[in-house]
């Protein structure tokens, strides 16, 4: 019984290589300049390509069309916001091991874990570091989908701090 | 002042009640999972068996077939958690989230849209109709009751204000 094994020869194994660095990253943020910053802070390695969406109607389209390798998502934007986003990617099996952030200025614990309920893997906040977001994404790209699915359990039955809150503002009716 | 208030609140319309009470926007705390009711809309026997098996042992479990039904239940049963198809014998899936979202207190009750249909226009027309989370079939067996206590999670810390103001 001769299974199959397969030949790499130097060009493939090339071809392969490129592929590999040359990822694929999706910003969706409706500040065209907070997009631009992104877009120079993930291109400066070399190591990604980048394509961009102005919310999170159009974000999701993107999404499907270029099957990003990474997507960084804000969550204040107009039709449907970034938890709405990541809850989508997640809920596809066909999407649902995407390596995902939000980078958004909410940074409220509250903020941080909706977003972690939602689905995402790293919550990076405004105004944030280059350094950090090159790192983030470094990390969440090497998240491997075993581990996210043991985060996710984690995050179902661990005790978090938010078991009540009381806000004693006047609800706004 | 009383931020860490020592109350217990079970379910989401225990939390409307105290908060016409107090005056506090009070957020309800995830009850175990073992005692929370789902309600399943769904007209398919096969879906059902199949939602039945993944998360019979951890919720107490409702089906109906459709709309009408459905809203049916939710005003007098009160369910923790609805998960609906969007193709219903006697309407859409869409249309109860947003019948739901129309009745007092129902912007708390956690809805998940579980469907075949895969299309992002599908799946912002759910988020728009008032869906909280948007699961497409086939699921996957080992995440999906995860992802419904995550999501009973998650309403659970949704702000008060964010539930008011309009879709």
Redesign the interface.
């Known amino acids: 019984m001769a299974e199959a094994v397969p030949v790499m020869n130097a060009q493939t194994a090339d071809a392969q290589k490129a592929s590999d660095v040359q990822k694929k990253v999706l910003i969706i943020d409706d500040s065209p300049m907070i997009v631009e910053l992104i877009r120079s802070v993930v291109t400066m390695t070399g190591a990604y390509d980048v394509v961009v969406a102005y919310d999170g109607v159009a974000g999701l389209e993107k999404f499907y069309q270029e099957q990003p390798d990474c997507v960084i998502v804000d969550v204040k934007m107009p039709r449907m916001d970034g938890y709405q986003v990541v809850r989508c990617i997640r809920g596809d099996t066909a999407s649902a091991h995407t390596p995902l952030i939000i980078l958004s200025a909410l940074n409220e614990e509250v903020d941080h874990l909706t977003g972690l309920l939602s689905g995402v893997d790293e919550y990076l906040a405004k105004p944030f570091k280059p350094s950090a977001l090159c790192a983030t994404l470094e990390r969440v790209m090497n998240i491997t989908p075993e581990e996210r699915v043991h985060r996710i359990e984690n995050l179902a039955t661990s005790d978090f701090d938010y078991d009540l809150v009381v806000d004693d503002e006047e609800p706004s009716k | 002042?009383?931020?860490?208030?020592p109350?217990?609140?079970s379910g989401w319309w225990d939390a409307d009640a105290l908060?016409s009470v107090w005056?506090?926007?009070?957020?309800a705390?995830?009850t175990p999972e073992c005692s929370m009711s789902v309600l399943v809309v769904d007209a398919d026997t096969i879906q059902r068996d199949s939602l039945r098996a993944i998360l019979g042992e951890q919720y107490r479990l409702t089906f109906v077939a459709g709309l009408s039904e459905a809203l049916r239940m939710v005003r007098e049963h009160r369910p923790d958690l609805l998960v609906s198809e969007v193709d219903l014998s006697d309407g859409t899936g869409l249309e109860l989230c947003a019948r739901i979202r129309e009745l007092p207190g129902g912007r708390r009750l956690p809805i998940m849209l579980v469907t075949h249909r895969?299309s992002?226009a599908d799946?912002?027309a759910g988020?728009?109709a008032g869906a909280?989370?948007?699961?497409?079939k086939?699921?996957?067996t080992?995440?999906f009751s995860?992802?419904l206590?995550?999501?009973f999670?998650?309403k659970?810390?949704?702000?008060?204000?964010d539930l008011?103001a309009p879709r």
């Open positions: 002042m009383y931020r860490s208030f109350f217990y609140i908060h005056g506090w926007n009070v957020v705390r995830p895969s992002t799946k912002v988020f728009q909280d989370d948007y699961v497409v086939p699921v996957d080992r995440l995860v992802r206590r995550l999501l999670r998650l659970g810390i949704e702000r008060p204000r008011q």
